[in-house]
């Protein structure tokens, strides 16, 4: 039977206390992300930016998750996870006429931040432009009146009305509810 000194005792219970100390060392989830903004908005989608936490905790952070919820919904929903090199995200296919609210938190291998970034507002998509109460006008013609633009006459009427719906991103192109659809956009029928 080998028997160890107290030399060799002492050190191997110096050494049991540094691994429990280091195994046990307290992680710490990462900081909010700072400065929350949008930075761009059209009629469909909503970009946003923000810059990395101050803090990041015990561990660098890994990802950043990003929420969204209609002003009306009381539950955020996830939209999309990017890495942690990431600071912006533009969210598409939204509707418009909404309030939306957007956050952000950051993650690491503690976990998620305590708190999230969140804008101080909800963000609306931009109006109509003049473009597209053009081409309302021109979709609404369709219906009533065959005598289009020559650049027009070249399509089917099937090919016409299809090709404007598109344009205008009409969830239903059949004529009563493209025309509530219109209207809640602020477009008046012509």
Same mark, same amino acid.
Request: charged share 20%; aromatic share 20%.
């Given at each position: 039977m080998v028997r160890a000194t107290q030399t060799e005792s002492y050190l191997y219970f110096f050494r049991y206390l540094v691994n429990l100390y280091c195994l046990s060392a307290v992680q710490e989830p990462p900081g909010a992300p700072r400065n929350l903004h949008v930075s761009d908005i059209t009629t469909t989608s909503i970009s946003i930016g923000w810059e990395p936490p101050v803090s990041d905790g015990s561990n660098d952070v890994m990802q950043y998750d990003i929420d969204m919820r209609e002003e009306s919904d009381a539950d955020? *929903? *996830?939209?999309?996870?990017?890495? +942690? =090199?990431?600071?912006?995200? @533009?969210v598409e296919e939204l509707h418009r006429g909404r309030l !939306? =609210?957007? =956050?952000?938190? *950051?993650? +690491?291998?503690?976990g998620y931040s305590e708190s999230a970034a969140e804008l101080d507002a909800p963000v609306q998509l931009k109006a109509l432009g003049m473009h597209d109460a053009v081409l309302y006008k021109y !979709?609404?013609?369709?219906?009533?009146?065959? =005598?289009?633009?020559?650049?027009?006459?070249?399509? *089917?009427? @099937?090919t016409l009305h299809s090709t404007l719906a598109n344009a205008l991103q009409l969830t239903n192109p059949n004529k009563n509810s493209a025309a509530a659809e219109m209207a809640d956009r602020g477009v008046a029928r012509p």
């Open positions: 955020y *929903s *996830s939209v999309a996870k990017v890495s +942690n =090199r990431i600071t912006s995200y @533009t !939306y =609210r957007f =956050r952000v938190r *950051s993650k +690491n291998a503690a !979709y609404c013609l369709h219906f009533s009146v065959f =005598r289009l633009p020559f650049d027009f006459r070249l399509l *089917s009427c @099937t």
